[in-house]
């Protein structure tokens, strides 16, 4: 059964930088489309970016392009978004979650496992 684990969420101050892992058990993810999402209060879930586990560029929306970065260490099977330059805006529950392919998705329902989420709070 796959497991993903978020962490490293917290309150900080618009224009700092959090890093948020996703720790991936259960399963050999080499097939597989890594994504990070997020929900703000009221809102539907929003796609933030997505990795192929194989390699490759990764895939941001037009709203985080430029200031969040996703990486991925295969040998600790853990993903990780780097957010810099945060606004108010960014404020929401981060989600981390996988989906066996071979594309990118920025559909949330296309996804199969789903982390439990973790708060960011970006205050002016």
């Known amino acids: 059964q796959v497991q993903l684990v978020e962490s490293g969420g917290g309150l900080v101050q618009a224009g700092g930088s959090l890093r948020l892992s996703c720790a991936a058990t259960g399963r050999t993810f080499s097939n597989y489309a890594l994504a990070w999402f997020r929900q703000a209060p009221g809102k539907e879930r929003e796609f933030v970016g997505a990795i192929l586990w194989s390699g490759g560029t990764a895939d941001y929306s037009d709203s985080v392009k430029g200031r969040f970065t996703i990486s991925r260490d295969n040998a600790k099977d853990t993903l990780y978004l780097q957010m810099n330059s945060l606004k108010p805006e960014d404020t929401a529950v981060y989600y981390c979650?996988?989906?066996?392919?071979?594309?990118?998705?920025?559909?949330?329902?296309?996804?199969?496992?789903w982390g439990q989420g973790t708060q960011v709070t970006v205050f002016a």
């Open positions: 979650a996988v989906v066996r392919t071979y594309y990118y998705r920025r559909t949330s329902s296309e996804y199969d496992f």
